[in-house]
């Protein structure tokens, strides 16, 4: 097993000192195997942005802090990393290196258990008998689907066609292995294609190509059938360890979770976890990721539970988390540099990314449980929140 890696370097006098910064950096470098001038400050090349944005005037600056050291076991193995965050909001970072620091003692494991980028595109009919015609045929054309997959994609293939009928109408529900990339628009351009070719077969009346579009915003589907990565990550903390870390028992987050649960069934949310969006945005973000899907991302369920021993279970699942390691936003400035830092680059890696993700929310959702219980997160924020000019709000 590798050493674990150092504590992030802090000054208690000034964290904020060029000092202080370099020997952060200094740290990431050696993390990533590689110098990271982007991250460090230097300019990014205007051409870089090319086929990523349109109208380009420049490049925004949001601050990145290391979360962690957190040791994790994945699909791949061992794994010890430091987890990059672009985020504006002070003690985020702060509380998720907390809670890496006690996963990493108590021993965390995170696995992708399903892989599926689904599109939905939308088929009418005259009726619903012609509908549900339409539906077997769609079951009986799979084989010719995928063919069509196949002849715009070498990395991406068709692995299931599964249509609901709604009155007259067909969800044709397509679902895609997109190797390491999120594949979005692999997706759509095949979803085109394979609705296209049922519309003419089945005699459809009118077709959309995201018809029920999923994309981009909370929904059903996503909780419950899962979108791209499903992840679960989940530890058993010692009870002593869990008081000297957090300050807390695991019945007072037992019991803590059974309240924020009776809160989300009352609300109809599909995110049952804590705080997912902040870490996951944040991630993301330094990483080159589509943003909006943290919207999808977030949705999940948070699971704790005080085991016959006394100590504290605690799962993290999230069912569709929808991003990648090749394409889009990943190869350029500093996303790059930031996945090195994660040691996730290129091919191979996007579940192990995934995964490191879902040890990542795991770690904010306990710190911030811990921190709710014990009355501390009003005066975590007080002390390292956002600075007030002249001193007040």
Known sequence: MTEPLPRIPRDRDDDFSAEAVAARLALAEQVAGRPLPHLAGSAVALDSARGNIENLTGF??????????????????????????????????????????????????????????????????????????????????????????????????????????????????????????????????????????????????????????????????????????????????????????????????????????????????????????????????????????VTECATGFLDLDVTPDGDLYAAATLPSLLVGTVGGGTAQGTAAECLAVIGCVGSGTANRFAEILGATVLAGDLSLMAAFCTHEFVAAHERLGRNRPGGAE
């Not at 399903?114 to 549900?132: F, I, T």
């Not at 999923?214 to 589907?221: P, Q, T, W």
């Open 60 to 293: 925004v600056q949001v601050p990145v802090g290391l979360a962690g050291p957190l040791r994790l076991q994945t699909s791949d193995g061992v794994h010890d990393v430091l987890v990059p965050m672009a985020t504006t909001e002070g003690a985020m970072v702060a509380s998720y290196s907390r809670g890496m620091r006690v996963l990493s003692e108590a021993g965390v494991s995170a696995r992708v258990v399903a892989e599926g980028l689904s599109q939905h595109p939308v088929l009418v009919y005259d009726d619903a008998g012609a509908a549900l015609a339409a539906a077997r045929a769609a079951r009986e054309m799979q084989d010719e689907l995928t063919t069509i997959t196949a002849g715009i994609t070498n990395h991406g293939r068709l692995v299931g066609v599964e249509p609901q009928v709604i009155g007259r109408r067909v969800i044709l529900r397509l679902v895609f292995h997109t190797a390491d990339a999120i594949g979005i628009n692999m997706a759509a351009h095949a979803a085109e294609l394979c609705s296209a070719s049922v519309a003419s077969r089945t005699g459809a009346l009118e077709r959309y190509v995201h018809g029920q579009d999923v994309e981009k915003r909370a929904n059903a589907r996503a909780l419950v059938e899962g979108r791209g990565r499903s992840v679960v990550a989940d530890a058993t903390i010692p009870r002593a360890l869990l008081a000297e870390r957090l300050r807390v028992t695991p019945e007072q987050m037992a019991s803590i979770g059974r309240s924020y649960a009776t809160g989300y069934a009352q609300m109809g949310t599909q995110n049952w976890l804590v705080q997912a969006a902040n870490g996951l945005a944040a991630v993301m973000l330094a990483c080159g990721q589509d943003v909006a899907y």
